[in-house]
Protein backbone atom coordinates (compact mmCIF):
# COMPACT_ATOMS: atom_id res chain seq x y z
CA UNK A 1 0.00 0.00 0.00
CA UNK A 2 1.33 3.27 -0.90
CA UNK A 3 1.89 5.60 2.37
CA UNK A 4 2.22 8.77 0.23
CA UNK A 5 1.21 10.14 -3.35
CA UNK A 6 1.47 13.46 -4.25
CA UNK A 7 2.72 15.59 -7.53
CA UNK A 8 5.17 18.03 -5.82
CA UNK A 9 5.49 20.16 -8.83
CA UNK A 10 1.42 21.12 -8.48
CA UNK A 11 0.50 24.19 -5.41
CA UNK A 12 -2.12 23.17 -2.66
CA UNK A 13 -4.85 25.89 -3.93
CA UNK A 14 -8.14 27.40 -3.37
CA UNK A 15 -10.43 28.93 -5.63
CA UNK A 16 -10.12 32.50 -6.16
CA UNK A 17 -13.07 34.89 -5.24
CA UNK A 18 -13.47 36.26 -9.01
CA UNK A 19 -11.01 36.08 -11.50
CA UNK A 20 -12.81 36.26 -14.99
CA UNK A 21 -11.18 34.07 -17.63
CA UNK A 22 -12.44 33.85 -21.33
CA UNK A 23 -14.56 36.65 -21.87
CA UNK A 24 -15.92 35.73 -25.31
CA UNK A 25 -16.82 32.49 -24.77
CA UNK A 26 -20.54 30.79 -25.03
CA UNK A 27 -22.36 28.16 -24.39
CA UNK A 28 -24.35 26.66 -27.28
CA UNK A 29 -27.12 24.00 -26.86
CA UNK A 30 -26.98 21.93 -29.86
CA UNK A 31 -29.28 19.13 -28.26
CA UNK A 32 -32.56 20.10 -26.40
CA UNK A 33 -35.26 18.28 -25.09
CA UNK A 34 -33.18 15.08 -23.42
CA UNK A 35 -33.80 13.70 -20.08
CA UNK A 36 -31.94 14.56 -17.28
CA UNK A 37 -28.30 13.84 -19.06
CA UNK A 38 -25.76 12.19 -16.96
CA UNK A 39 -22.71 11.08 -19.88
CA UNK A 40 -21.40 12.21 -23.07
CA UNK A 41 -18.77 10.47 -25.28
CA UNK A 42 -17.81 9.25 -28.74
CA UNK A 43 -16.56 6.44 -30.64
CA UNK A 44 -13.79 8.32 -32.49
CA UNK A 45 -16.63 9.58 -35.49
CA UNK A 46 -18.77 12.40 -35.87
CA UNK A 47 -21.69 10.53 -32.95
CA UNK A 48 -22.07 11.94 -29.61
CA UNK A 49 -23.39 9.25 -28.02
CA UNK A 50 -25.76 10.67 -24.72
CA UNK A 51 -26.63 8.59 -21.73
CA UNK A 52 -29.75 9.79 -20.03
CA UNK A 53 -30.25 8.88 -16.13
CA UNK A 54 -33.74 7.08 -17.00
CA UNK A 55 -31.69 4.39 -18.69
CA UNK A 56 -31.28 5.22 -22.63
CA UNK A 57 -28.41 5.94 -24.79
CA UNK A 58 -29.36 8.15 -27.47
CA UNK A 59 -26.75 8.75 -30.32
CA UNK A 60 -26.72 12.61 -31.57
CA UNK A 61 -25.64 12.65 -35.96
CA UNK A 62 -25.99 15.43 -38.50
CA UNK A 63 -27.38 17.60 -36.38
CA UNK A 64 -30.40 15.32 -35.19
CA UNK A 65 -31.04 12.54 -32.21
CA UNK A 66 -31.29 9.32 -33.85
CA UNK A 67 -35.35 8.28 -32.89
CA UNK A 68 -34.39 5.38 -32.03
CA UNK A 69 -32.13 4.54 -28.88
CA UNK A 70 -28.43 2.75 -29.37
CA UNK A 71 -29.09 1.15 -25.77
CA UNK A 72 -32.24 1.21 -23.49
CA UNK A 73 -31.54 -0.63 -19.95
CA UNK A 74 -34.75 1.49 -18.79
CA UNK A 75 -36.00 -1.74 -17.51
CA UNK A 76 -32.58 -2.27 -15.22
CA UNK A 77 -32.19 0.61 -13.47
CA UNK A 78 -34.12 2.97 -10.82
CA UNK A 79 -34.58 7.00 -11.63
CA UNK A 80 -34.22 8.25 -7.86
CA UNK A 81 -32.13 10.64 -6.53
CA UNK A 82 -28.39 10.18 -7.82
CA UNK A 83 -29.71 7.12 -9.09
CA UNK A 84 -29.98 5.70 -12.87
CA UNK A 85 -27.63 5.68 -16.12
CA UNK A 86 -24.51 7.24 -14.47
CA UNK A 87 -21.85 6.41 -16.75
CA UNK A 88 -20.95 5.30 -20.55
CA UNK A 89 -17.86 3.97 -22.03
CA UNK A 90 -16.39 2.54 -25.16
CA UNK A 91 -13.71 0.28 -25.37
CA UNK A 92 -10.55 1.26 -27.08
CA UNK A 93 -11.20 -0.96 -29.95
CA UNK A 94 -14.64 -1.01 -29.74
CA UNK A 95 -14.37 -0.10 -34.11
CA UNK A 96 -13.68 -4.42 -34.18
CA UNK A 97 -14.84 -5.99 -30.62
CA UNK A 98 -18.12 -3.53 -30.42
CA UNK A 99 -17.72 -3.48 -26.58
CA UNK A 100 -19.65 -0.61 -24.77
CA UNK A 101 -19.64 -0.72 -20.83
CA UNK A 102 -21.94 0.92 -18.60
CA UNK A 103 -22.63 1.63 -14.68
CA UNK A 104 -25.75 2.16 -13.43
CA UNK A 105 -28.15 1.50 -10.21
CA UNK A 106 -30.29 -1.78 -10.48
CA UNK A 107 -33.64 -2.18 -8.89
CA UNK A 108 -32.46 -2.97 -5.22
CA UNK A 109 -30.43 -0.11 -5.27
CA UNK A 110 -26.66 -1.15 -5.99
CA UNK A 111 -24.33 -0.54 -8.34
CA UNK A 112 -23.33 -2.04 -11.52
CA UNK A 113 -20.75 -2.28 -13.91
CA UNK A 114 -22.01 -4.12 -17.38
CA UNK A 115 -20.36 -4.60 -20.57
CA UNK A 116 -22.63 -4.61 -24.05
CA UNK A 117 -21.87 -5.95 -27.74
CA UNK A 118 -22.87 -3.46 -31.06
CA UNK A 119 -25.15 -4.86 -32.96
CA UNK A 120 -23.87 -7.12 -35.97
CA UNK A 121 -26.35 -5.77 -38.17
CA UNK A 122 -26.80 -1.79 -37.33
CA UNK A 123 -24.06 0.20 -35.92
CA UNK A 124 -26.47 2.35 -34.07
CA UNK A 125 -28.01 -0.25 -31.78
CA UNK A 126 -26.52 -2.88 -29.13
CA UNK A 127 -27.62 -6.24 -29.14
CA UNK A 128 -29.96 -6.16 -26.37
CA UNK A 129 -29.00 -9.87 -25.72
CA UNK A 130 -25.53 -9.31 -25.44
CA UNK A 131 -25.23 -8.13 -21.20
CA UNK A 132 -23.41 -9.20 -18.80
CA UNK A 133 -22.46 -7.84 -15.36
CA UNK A 134 -19.01 -7.64 -14.49
CA UNK A 135 -19.13 -5.94 -11.08
CA UNK A 136 -22.08 -5.56 -8.69
CA UNK A 137 -21.57 -3.66 -5.50
CA UNK A 138 -24.38 -3.45 -2.52
CA UNK A 139 -25.37 0.00 -1.31
CA UNK A 140 -26.15 0.16 1.77
CA UNK A 141 -27.72 3.52 3.23
CA UNK A 142 -29.15 5.85 0.62
CA UNK A 143 -30.21 6.49 -2.71
CA UNK A 144 -27.11 9.20 -3.15
CA UNK A 145 -23.15 8.91 -3.31
CA UNK A 146 -22.50 6.36 -6.30
CA UNK A 147 -19.97 7.97 -8.45
CA UNK A 148 -20.76 6.40 -11.54
CA UNK A 149 -18.07 7.31 -14.10
CA UNK A 150 -16.75 4.62 -16.67
CA UNK A 151 -13.41 5.47 -18.82
CA UNK A 152 -10.55 3.77 -20.11
CA UNK A 153 -7.60 4.91 -19.10
CA UNK A 154 -4.54 5.53 -21.72
CA UNK A 155 -2.90 2.54 -20.46
CA UNK A 156 -6.05 0.39 -22.38
CA UNK A 157 -7.51 -0.56 -18.89
CA UNK A 158 -11.25 0.47 -17.59
CA UNK A 159 -11.64 2.65 -14.14
CA UNK A 160 -14.53 3.36 -12.82
CA UNK A 161 -16.09 5.03 -9.74
CA UNK A 162 -18.20 3.94 -6.71
CA UNK A 163 -19.17 6.76 -3.88
CA UNK A 164 -19.08 5.71 -0.02
CA UNK A 165 -22.38 4.10 0.11
CA UNK A 166 -24.22 6.82 2.32
CA UNK A 167 -25.68 8.29 4.24
CA UNK A 168 -23.90 11.50 5.34
CA UNK A 169 -20.85 11.33 6.73
CA UNK A 170 -20.03 7.55 5.96
CA UNK A 171 -21.13 5.89 9.30
CA UNK A 172 -19.40 2.63 8.41
CA UNK A 173 -16.53 4.33 7.47
CA UNK A 174 -16.49 2.10 3.94
CA UNK A 175 -14.75 5.05 2.35
CA UNK A 176 -11.45 3.96 4.11
CA UNK A 177 -12.06 0.11 3.65
CA UNK A 178 -10.31 -1.39 0.77
CA UNK A 179 -11.96 -4.70 1.52
CA UNK A 180 -14.78 -2.88 0.21
CA UNK A 181 -15.54 -0.98 -3.33
CA UNK A 182 -17.34 2.11 -1.46
CA UNK A 183 -15.78 5.20 -2.05
CA UNK A 184 -13.15 3.81 -4.71
CA UNK A 185 -11.92 3.93 -7.91
CA UNK A 186 -11.11 0.76 -9.27
CA UNK A 187 -9.04 -0.48 -12.49
CA UNK A 188 -9.57 -3.32 -14.35
CA UNK A 189 -8.60 -5.43 -17.27
CA UNK A 190 -11.69 -5.93 -19.74
CA UNK A 191 -9.39 -7.73 -22.58
CA UNK A 192 -9.07 -10.90 -19.77
CA UNK A 193 -12.05 -13.47 -19.58
CA UNK A 194 -13.82 -11.53 -21.95
CA UNK A 195 -16.39 -14.93 -22.53
CA UNK A 196 -16.44 -16.38 -18.74
CA UNK A 197 -17.14 -14.38 -15.92
CA UNK A 198 -16.16 -12.33 -14.37
CA UNK A 199 -15.32 -10.88 -17.62
CA UNK A 200 -12.57 -8.81 -16.71
CA UNK A 201 -8.89 -9.45 -14.73
CA UNK A 202 -6.59 -7.98 -12.62
CA UNK A 203 -3.64 -5.62 -13.97
CA UNK A 204 -0.75 -7.25 -12.67
CA UNK A 205 -0.21 -3.91 -11.08
CA UNK A 206 -2.71 -2.90 -9.72
CA UNK A 207 -1.89 -1.52 -5.63
CA UNK A 208 -3.86 -3.80 -3.92
CA UNK A 209 -3.42 -7.22 -4.86
CA UNK A 210 -2.13 -8.73 -1.63
CA UNK A 211 -4.66 -10.71 0.71
CA UNK A 212 -7.21 -8.81 2.78
CA UNK A 213 -8.06 -5.90 -0.03
CA UNK A 214 -9.76 -5.63 -2.89
CA UNK A 215 -7.59 -6.10 -5.77
CA UNK A 216 -9.66 -3.88 -8.35
CA UNK A 217 -9.22 -0.85 -6.30
CA UNK A 218 -6.95 2.12 -7.64
CA UNK A 219 -7.98 4.38 -5.30
CA UNK A 220 -10.18 5.11 -1.99
CA UNK A 221 -11.38 7.45 0.49
CA UNK A 222 -14.04 8.80 -1.35
CA UNK A 223 -17.42 10.34 -0.94
CA UNK A 224 -18.92 10.70 -4.14
CA UNK A 225 -16.47 10.96 -6.62
CA UNK A 226 -18.84 12.54 -9.07
CA UNK A 227 -16.96 12.60 -12.64
CA UNK A 228 -13.17 12.16 -12.98
CA UNK A 229 -11.12 12.36 -16.75
CA UNK A 230 -7.99 10.24 -17.57
CA UNK A 231 -5.81 12.53 -19.77
CA UNK A 232 -3.77 10.96 -22.16
CA UNK A 233 -1.36 13.97 -22.96
CA UNK A 234 -0.67 14.79 -19.51
CA UNK A 235 -1.19 10.91 -18.29
CA UNK A 236 -3.05 12.34 -15.09
CA UNK A 237 -5.81 11.34 -13.43
CA UNK A 238 -8.46 14.29 -12.48
CA UNK A 239 -10.62 13.41 -9.46
CA UNK A 240 -13.24 15.62 -8.31
CA UNK A 241 -15.21 13.92 -5.03
CA UNK A 242 -18.69 16.17 -3.99
CA UNK A 243 -17.95 17.07 -0.15
CA UNK A 244 -20.12 16.46 3.29
CA UNK A 245 -20.84 20.34 5.13
CA UNK A 246 -18.29 22.59 3.85
CA UNK A 247 -15.80 21.59 0.78
CA UNK A 248 -15.14 20.65 -2.93
CA UNK A 249 -12.49 18.79 -4.14
CA UNK A 250 -10.20 18.21 -7.21
CA UNK A 251 -7.20 16.09 -7.23
CA UNK A 252 -4.72 15.06 -9.99
CA UNK A 253 -2.37 12.14 -9.53
CA UNK A 254 0.00 10.93 -12.24
CA UNK A 255 -1.33 7.09 -13.80
CA UNK A 256 2.41 6.38 -13.51
CA UNK A 257 2.78 6.69 -9.98
CA UNK A 258 1.11 3.10 -9.43
CA UNK A 259 -2.36 4.16 -7.71
CA UNK A 260 -2.92 3.55 -3.56
CA UNK A 261 -4.05 7.02 -3.05
CA UNK A 262 -5.95 7.52 0.11
CA UNK A 263 -7.93 10.52 -0.48
CA UNK A 264 -8.86 10.86 3.02
CA UNK A 265 -12.73 10.62 3.46
CA UNK A 266 -14.30 10.59 6.07
CA UNK A 267 -11.31 11.81 8.09
CA UNK A 268 -10.59 14.49 5.76
CA UNK A 269 -12.48 16.79 3.73
CA UNK A 270 -10.36 18.80 1.17
CA UNK A 271 -7.87 19.79 3.21
CA UNK A 272 -9.78 20.47 6.52
CA UNK A 273 -10.23 17.41 8.95
CA UNK A 274 -13.69 16.20 9.38
CA UNK A 275 -13.31 13.45 11.68
CA UNK A 276 -10.52 14.05 14.03
CA UNK A 277 -10.93 10.91 15.90
CA UNK A 278 -7.90 8.54 14.93
CA UNK A 279 -9.83 5.41 16.72
CA UNK A 280 -13.48 5.70 15.29
CA UNK A 281 -14.82 2.41 16.30
CA UNK A 282 -15.97 2.14 12.95
CA UNK A 283 -13.01 2.92 10.75
CA UNK A 284 -10.07 0.12 10.06
CA UNK A 285 -7.43 -0.11 12.79
CA UNK A 286 -5.07 1.04 10.25
CA UNK A 287 -6.53 4.77 9.39
CA UNK A 288 -4.08 7.57 9.27
CA UNK A 289 -5.54 10.49 11.44
CA UNK A 290 -6.29 13.92 10.57
CA UNK A 291 -3.63 15.48 8.24
CA UNK A 292 -1.47 12.45 8.59
CA UNK A 293 1.01 12.42 5.12
CA UNK A 294 -0.44 9.13 3.94
CA UNK A 295 -3.53 11.12 2.47
CA UNK A 296 -3.54 12.77 -1.16
CA UNK A 297 -4.32 15.89 -1.14
CA UNK A 298 -6.18 17.97 -3.36
CA UNK A 299 -4.53 20.43 -5.54
CA UNK A 300 -7.92 22.42 -6.19
CA UNK A 301 -10.41 23.01 -2.91
CA UNK A 302 -13.22 25.67 -2.56
CA UNK A 303 -15.77 26.18 0.02
CA UNK A 304 -19.21 27.04 0.50
CA UNK A 305 -19.37 30.77 1.33
CA UNK A 306 -19.87 31.89 -1.99
CA UNK A 307 -23.03 29.72 -2.17
CA UNK A 308 -21.53 26.71 -3.81
CA UNK A 309 -22.57 23.24 -2.50
CA UNK A 310 -21.44 20.25 -5.12
CA UNK A 311 -18.26 20.35 -7.74
CA UNK A 312 -19.06 18.69 -11.14
CA UNK A 313 -15.93 17.52 -12.06
CA UNK A 314 -14.82 18.04 -15.71
CA UNK A 315 -12.35 17.17 -18.44
CA UNK A 316 -9.16 18.66 -19.75
CA UNK A 317 -9.85 20.27 -23.05
CA UNK A 318 -7.59 19.26 -25.61
CA UNK A 319 -9.79 20.52 -28.60
CA UNK A 320 -8.51 23.06 -31.54
CA UNK A 321 -11.62 25.40 -31.65
CA UNK A 322 -11.14 27.20 -28.41
CA UNK A 323 -6.46 28.02 -28.38
CA UNK A 324 -7.12 29.45 -24.73
CA UNK A 325 -8.19 26.99 -23.39
CA UNK A 326 -6.48 24.19 -24.70
CA UNK A 327 -4.63 22.12 -21.90
CA UNK A 328 -6.98 22.99 -19.15
CA UNK A 329 -8.72 21.49 -16.93
CA UNK A 330 -12.39 22.41 -16.68
CA UNK A 331 -15.12 22.12 -14.03
CA UNK A 332 -17.93 23.89 -12.06
CA UNK A 333 -20.44 23.57 -9.68
CA UNK A 334 -24.03 22.41 -9.33
CA UNK A 335 -25.51 25.26 -7.33
CA UNK A 336 -24.05 28.21 -8.23
CA UNK A 337 -23.59 27.35 -12.10
CA UNK A 338 -19.84 28.89 -11.80
CA UNK A 339 -17.21 27.51 -13.90
CA UNK A 340 -13.56 27.34 -13.61
CA UNK A 341 -10.22 26.76 -15.93
CA UNK A 342 -6.97 25.45 -14.50
CA UNK A 343 -3.90 25.58 -16.48
CA UNK A 344 -2.54 21.84 -16.12
CA UNK A 345 0.93 22.51 -17.17
CA UNK A 346 1.26 25.96 -14.74
CA UNK A 347 0.21 24.24 -11.67
CA UNK A 348 -3.50 24.30 -11.97
CA UNK A 349 -4.24 27.46 -10.71
CA UNK A 350 -8.22 28.19 -11.22
CA UNK A 351 -9.48 30.87 -12.84
CA UNK A 352 -13.19 32.01 -12.96
CA UNK A 353 -14.95 32.14 -16.49
CA UNK A 354 -17.10 34.13 -17.46
CA UNK A 355 -20.34 31.73 -18.63
CA UNK A 356 -22.26 30.13 -16.57
CA UNK A 357 -24.20 26.61 -16.06
CA UNK A 358 -26.56 26.28 -13.31
CA UNK A 359 -26.92 22.66 -12.55
CA UNK A 360 -24.35 21.75 -14.65
CA UNK A 361 -24.06 17.80 -14.20
CA UNK A 362 -21.19 16.34 -16.76
CA UNK A 363 -18.17 17.71 -18.92
CA UNK A 364 -18.27 15.12 -22.19
CA UNK A 365 -15.99 15.67 -25.48
CA UNK A 366 -16.45 14.91 -29.28
CA UNK A 367 -14.07 13.39 -31.19
CA UNK A 368 -12.48 16.63 -32.25
CA UNK A 369 -11.42 17.05 -28.47
CA UNK A 370 -14.36 19.66 -28.50
CA UNK A 371 -16.01 20.25 -25.12
CA UNK A 372 -19.92 19.77 -23.75
CA UNK A 373 -21.77 20.39 -21.05
CA UNK A 374 -25.04 18.81 -19.08
CA UNK A 375 -28.04 20.50 -17.40
CA UNK A 376 -30.74 18.75 -17.33
CA UNK A 377 -32.29 18.11 -20.33
CA UNK A 378 -29.68 20.30 -22.52
CA UNK A 379 -26.32 19.90 -24.10
CA UNK A 380 -23.98 22.83 -24.89
CA UNK A 381 -21.07 22.92 -26.71
CA UNK A 382 -18.35 25.50 -25.20
CA UNK A 383 -17.78 27.92 -28.20
CA UNK A 384 -16.15 31.03 -28.83
CA UNK A 385 -17.99 33.68 -30.66
CA UNK A 386 -15.75 34.06 -33.38
CA UNK A 387 -15.58 29.81 -34.28
CA UNK A 388 -16.62 28.57 -37.39
CA UNK A 389 -18.27 25.12 -36.81
CA UNK A 390 -17.20 22.69 -39.48
CA UNK A 391 -19.41 19.40 -38.00
CA UNK A 392 -22.82 21.37 -38.73
CA UNK A 393 -23.62 22.12 -35.01
CA UNK A 394 -24.67 25.74 -35.04
CA UNK A 395 -23.03 28.49 -33.74
Not at 193 to 220: K, M
Not at 270 to 281: A, H, K, Q, R, Y
Not at 326 to 350: E, I, K, M, N
Amino acid sequence: MKTCRRLLALAFVSIPGIVMAGSNLFLDPVITGQTNVTDITNTGDSRLFIAEKDGRVLIFDSGIVLPTPFLDVSALTTGGFEQGLLGLAFHPDYANNGYVFINYTNADQKSVLARYTRSAGDPNQVDPTSGVILITVDHPNSSGHYGGQVAFGPDGYLYTSFGDGGTQQDPECDSQDTSSLLGTVIRIDVDQSVDTAPYYGIPADNPFVSAGHLPEVWGYGLRNPWRFDLDAQSNQLFLSDVGQFSREEVTVTSLSAGGGDNYGWKVMEGLSCFDPDPVDPDCPMNTPSCFDPAYTNPQIEYDHSAGECSVTGGVVYRGDGIAQLRGHYLFGDWCTGRLWSADVATGLQPEQLSISLAAVQAFGRDHLGEVYLTQGTTVFRLSIDDEIFADGFGG
